[in-house]
């Protein structure tokens, strides 16, 4: 079992920042791939970011490339969302899961095995 729980969400202006946060505990997290994912309102989740086990290799949804990095900290067990020139469109609740260590660059929901309770961030305009 792995346990998550995200921090770091808030509110903030377009254009602005926030770092997303999750940390992790339970089994070795050097042996999952973490994601992050999000959830509108009256939407459907869908992928944000991942990065595989050793942290060498990210990929991103389109919308998201070149504002939000995802990194992680094996010795802290925490995986990150840097955020950077927020828009109105980024407000969601956002969602750190983690996928068996195997799940390199995957974008799909039932690839990921543990999801945290979410953290919601809202970008007013």
């Known amino acids: 079992q792995v346990q998550l729980v995200e921090s770091g969400g808030g509110l903030v202006q377009a254009g602005g920042s926030l770092r997303l946060s999750c940390a992790a505990s339970g089994r070795s997290f050097s042996n999952y791939a973490m994601g992050w994912f999000r959830q509108a309102p009256g939407k459907e989740r869908e992928f944000v970011a991942t990065i595989n086990w050793s942290g060498t290799s990210t990929y991103y949804e389109n919308s998201v490339k070149g504002r939000f990095t995802i990194s992680r900290d094996n010795a802290k067990n925490t995986v990150y969302l840097q955020m950077n020139s927020l828009k109105p469109e980024d407000t969601a609740l956002y969602y750190c899961?983690?996928?068996?260590?195997?799940?390199?660059?995957?974008?799909?929901?039932?690839?990921?095995?543990?999801w945290g309770q979410g953290t919601q961030v809202t970008v007013s305009s």
């Open positions: 899961a983690a996928a068996a260590r195997g799940y390199t660059n995957s974008v799909r929901e039932w690839d990921y095995a543990y």
